[in-house]
Antibody
Framework: QVQLVESGGDVVQPGGSLRLSCAASGFSFSNDAMHWVRQAPGKGLEWVAFIWYDGSERHHADSVRGRFTISRDNSKNMVFLHMNSLRAEDTALYYC?????????????WGQGTLVTVPS | QSVLTQPPSASGTPGQRVTISCSGGSSNIGSTTVNWYQQVPATAPHLVIFKDNQRPSGVPGRFSASKSGTSASLAISGLQSEDEATYYCATWDVSLNEVVFGGGTKLTVL
């Protein structure tokens, strides 16, 4: 079955960097777009970034553009989120999610999330 | 402030039908399809509707959705206690080039 497992979350000081990873299995990873979505404690869902199935196109939310970069390695079935210049407002549970081709931007499968904490 | 607007809360008794609205604009709901997610506390979100009104396999037929112009709605009929969760609408915004989520509607089963 489809499995997405995030890792790399940690406590990091403001201005610091972190790389989140998401290991995918149970589906044809190289055929699907992938997204990162975050959720601050007690808040709603906020989309962070997406990358096309072959990495040829990627988009980032305005709130993270220039600081975060999404990437993927189809040979290892993994997607990453490189986070720089972290701020207190980046504190959240970060989910990776699968977007099957032709789904109309539907995030069909989600991981359990990895927690990033940036103290204020 | 979310690009898509949802009521913060909704409620119903077991067996009732409840609807949750999602209001957007011409660059999001008016241009692309809408998806709906259910999030039970302390768990990851779960897709319940995609492409405006399609149910993924495994989602009960009690869940339905529709879209008209720049608004969409999710309906749950035969409400059950297990439906108590927060529901989010989402779509792609062609102007922002971003996926946009509604603020979420917390559904309480009384």
């Amino acid at each position: 079955q489809v499995q997405l497992v995030e890792s790399g979350g940690d406590v990091v000081q403001p201005g610091g960097s972190l790389r989140l990873s998401c290991a995918a299995s149970g589906f044809s990873f190289s055929n699907d777009a992938m997204h990162w979505v975050r959720q601050a404690p007690g808040k709603g869902l906020e989309w962070v970034a997406f990358i096309w199935y072959d990495g040829s196109e990627r988009h980032h939310a305005d709130s993270v553009r220039g600081r975060f970069t999404i990437s993927r390695d189809n040979s290892k079935n993994m997607v990453f989120l490189h986070m720089n210049s972290l701020r207190a407002e980046d504190t959240a549970l970060y989910y990776c999610a699968r977007d099957p081709s032709g789904s109309g931007w539907a995030l069909e499968s989600w991981g359990q999330g990895t927690l990033v904490t940036v103290p204020s | 402030q979310s690009v898509l607007t949802q009521p913060p809360s909704a409620s119903g008794t077991p067996g009732q039908r409840v609807t949750i609205s999602c209001s957007g604009g011409s660059s999001n709901i008016g241009s692309t399809t809408v998806n709906w997610y259910q999030q039970v506390p302390a768990t990851a979100p779960h897709l319940v509707i995609f492409k405006d009104n399609q149910r993924p396999s495994g989602v009960p037929g009690r869940f339905s959705a529709s879209k008209s112009g720049t608004s969409a709605s999710l309906a749950i009929s035969g409400l059950q206690s297990e439906d108590e969760a927060t529901y989010y609408c989402a779509t792609w915004d062609v102007s922002l080039n971003e996926v946009v989520f509604g603020g979420g509607t917390k559904l309480t089963v009384l």
